[in-house]
């Protein structure tokens, strides 16, 4: 039930920046002289799809392809009507998995989440972490009257989900096959801080991402955090 209030709550906010969004742009249209070029890409509506390459994992665990995706609705702030340099500002919910070999597991006896590599995760039907944020993003923007565009900002916001999700055989070896997920929330950080860049040209782009803090707590799991590359798309 609190994930739906946050997904109606991001749902209403992109509505809302959206339909302004729309309005300011036919407002512009109006007053602006006919041999004036509207501009419809102002990065306003931004879907960014990436693949994240996770630091500090231990040795024993081996990687995959591990998809996400951020979305985020952002307002755009011209220094100058006519300038090169805007700021924007809005909200955005960021989607990060992992697969690999490994599961993490919550050790009562030592109270630490931990990576465990076992045999039947190989074969198993599921095994992916995933890790969620809702975030606010602020970065600067430079945006050439040719198409060409640069951006770097800072993404500050509250981590809403880390699970773990199997499905497969039984990871003890015996018993009826299982089929799971387990949240962790007592050892992970609540808050996430990254910084990312795009570049690109009118409505695509290349993206970059680097997020500085730890998911779990100091002593409390492990030390890992994501680097993100992909592809970035504006649509208006």
């Avoid at 500090?56 to 985020?72: I, M, Q």
């Avoid at 040209?201 to 890992?224: C, D, H, I, M, T």
Wanted: charged share 20%; glycine share 6%; net charge positive.
């Amino acid at each position: 039930m609190k994930y739906l209030k946050i997904i109606f709550l991001f749902t209403f906010l992109c509505s809302f920046f959206v339909a302004f969004a729309q309005e300011e742009n036919r407002t512009e249209t109006k007053q602006l002289p006919a041999k004036v070029e509207v501009e419809i890409f102002r990065d306003r509506l931004i879907v960014d799809v990436f693949h994240s390459f996770w630091f500090h994992v231990p040795t024993h665990v081996s990687h995959k392809f591990n998809p996400g995706f951020n979305v985020a609705v952002l307002w755009d702030f011209k220094t100058k009507k006519e300038s090169p340099i805007s700021f924007g500002l809005g909200v955005g919910c960021t989607y990060h998995t992992q697969f690999s070999n490994a599961q993490l597991r919550y050790d009562g006896k030592d109270e630490i989440t931990k990576y465990y590599i076992n045999p039947s995760v190989d074969t198993a039907k599921l095994n992916r972490m995933t890790y969620i944020n809702c975030n606010i993003p602020l970065e600067f923007r430079y945006r050439h009257k040719n198409g060409f565009k640069f951006s770097v900002g800072v993404r500050v916001g509250l981590v809403a989900e880390i699970s773990q999700r199997y499905k497969g055989y039984n990871v003890d070896g015996v018993g009826p096959d299982e089929n799971y997920k387990t949240f962790f929330n007592t050892e992970r950080q609540k808050i996430n801080f990254d910084a990312y860049m795009r570049m690109g040209w009118k409505f695509v782009a290349v993206y970059y991402s680097y997020q500085v803090n730890r998911l779990f707590n100091e002593n409390k799991g492990p030390a890992v955090n994501p680097m993100s590359v992909g592809i970035s798309l504006s649509l208006f």
